[in-house]
């Protein structure tokens, strides 16, 4: 791991994520790339070397003291972490499109990121960026809510184990050896899905058995919905993290069937590690 991306909106949630990611980039020798991005008027246009061009001077102004402003505030951020490199970019445009582009062209390894979740409508029809983030990211993303003050001992890995997934298990594994961590494989059964616990015993053995995975338990967990299990179940456990695999479902499918990784998102208090599913 080299390069992790930690974005910021200033907001508190996006502080705990620097912090958690600068305790990965020490453990990790990485290097922390922090992006803030900023919304600037319509007719204002702001190119990467800082100048501003718009047709209206007042707009000008505004533009340019919003760039000063987030240029002091990322530069206190970055002084606030010490034995980590950290480069401060300030990009203008949308939050998701330019993440996305940081992505796929700086080889980020992993995104930290803060969340403040989202529910009711707000969830089904606009969605988090972080949501977006988690759904079509190409690498790991960590979505965090709240300060992660210990360290992560017990990690939650909930799944159907229904298909073969190797590229996520082998970045599954890779996490909960960075972190040393007890991984804690769960099925969650509900009554709308419900199944044999032999036939899930034996799926998740095969499983473990197949990946070779060590330091690790088994359980199967009955609840009402798979989002609530997975919640009760690392509660009862006491987790340090979530893990699970998202489908990147897009478009009408994703409206109608929504993810449970991005409910997870939304809705857990502990830190969620999700990777995209690969067709």
């Known amino acids: 791991m080299k390069n992790i991306l930690v974005p910021t909106d200033f907001s508190k949630q996006a502080k705990y994520a ?20 900023l919304e600037v008027p319509s007719s204002s246009s702001l190119h990467v070397t800082g100048e501003v061009e718009s047709d209206d001077p007042m707009e000008k102004i505004f533009t340019i003291k919003l760039i000063e402003s987030s240029e002091r505030r990322m530069a206190e951020l970055a002084a606030s972490v010490s034995g980590v490199k950290v480069e401060t970019h300030i990009h203008s445009g949308s939050p998701f499109k330019v993440l996305t582009h940081e992505i796929n062209d700086s080889n980020v390894d992993l995104v930290v990121m803060g969340t403040s979740g989202s529910s009711g409508i707000d969830e089904l029809t606009v969605g988090s960026n972080a949501e977006k983030m988690v759904r079509h990211s190409t690498c790991p993303v960590i979505t965090v809510k709240s300060p992660i003050t210990g360290e992560i001992k017990d990690i939650v890995f909930a799944s159907d184990f229904a298909e073969d997934q190797p590229a ?112």
């Open 168 to 279: 996520l298990v082998e970045q599954l594994k890779l996490l909960q050896t960075f972190f040393g961590a007890k991984l804690h494989v769960v099925k969650i059964n509900t009554p709308h899905d419900f199944h044999a616990s032999h036939d899930d015993v034996v799926n998740m053995d095969t499983f473990i058995k197949k990946y070779k995975l060590e330091n690790t338990s088994r359980s199967i967990y009955n609840d009402l919905s798979e989002e609530e299990g997975i919640m009760h179940y690392a509660n009862d456990i006491k987790a340090d993290l979530i893990a699970m695999g998202t489908s990147g479902r897009t478009g009408l499918g994703h409206f109608f069937l929504g993810s449970i990784a991005e409910d997870i998102v939304n809705h857990a208090k502990r830190p969620v590690w999700t990777y995209r599913l690969h067709k």
């Open 18 to 37: 620097l912090d958690f990611a600068a305790v990965i980039a020490k453990k990790a020798s990485a290097k922390i790339k922090l992006v803030h991005v």
